[in-house]
């Protein structure tokens, strides 16, 4: 059974580096669509590569912390995984200069996809305040990454 999957991907001006932007569009499409099949339900959600000083601006404006970040993650959703049944996820947004500065193990592409991947378990509800959400967390994010690695099928919505 085939998941209809909302992925909306903006990419603004100024970035400043060469991003696989095609394949990255189909690594969020993968992961939203594993997110789908595991709830069993169409999903939407959107996602933002942006710069520094626009990360820094919504990070100070949203959760008051005067810097940037490397990834933001605004629900549409609230509570524990699966709680809810609303469609639309909400949006992750990215920035690809602080992605580019902790891209040493991984190269940007790989560090988009985690920081992606790490903003839409987000989305899904996860968190990492404790030890034990960490792990439940980083075990999901690991699940959405193998899903966007290995490809196939997604019907986009």
């Known amino acids: 059974m085939t998941v209809a999957v909302t992925v909306d991907v903006a990419f603004d001006r100024g970035l400043g580096e ?6 990255l569009r189909r690594a969020l ?17 959107g996602f933002r590569f942006t ?4 990360i820094h601006q919504l990070n100070r404006d949203f959760r008051k912390k ?10 549409q959703r609230e509570g524990p995984p699966g709680a809810t049944a609303s469609a ?3 949006d992750v947004i ?3 200069e602080t992605a580019k500065r902790q891209s040493r193990r991984k190269g940007l592409d790989g560090e ?5 991947a790490h903003g839409l378990c987000h ?26 690695a290995r490809g196939g099928k997604v019907r986009a919505a």
Do not use: K
């Not at 060469?18 to 394949?23: E, F, L, S, T």
């Not at 992961?31 to 069993?40: L, S």
């Open 18 to 23: 060469p991003i696989d932007r095609a394949g």
């Open 29 to 45: 499409r993968r992961m939203v669509a594993a997110a789908a099949h595991t709830e069993d339900a169409p999903l939407e959600a």
């Open 51 to 54: 710069t520094d000083p626009v």
């Open 66 to 75: 005067d810097q940037p970040t490397d990834v933001l993650a605004f629900a």
């Open 88 to 90: 639309v996820l909400g």
């Open 94 to 96: 990215v920035s690809v």
């Open 112 to 116: 988009l996809r985690f920081l992606a």
């Open 123 to 148: 989305l899904l509800g996860y968190d990492h305040q404790t030890d034990r959400q960490e792990r439940t967390m980083n075990a999901r994010m690991a699940a959405l990454l193998e899903e966007a």
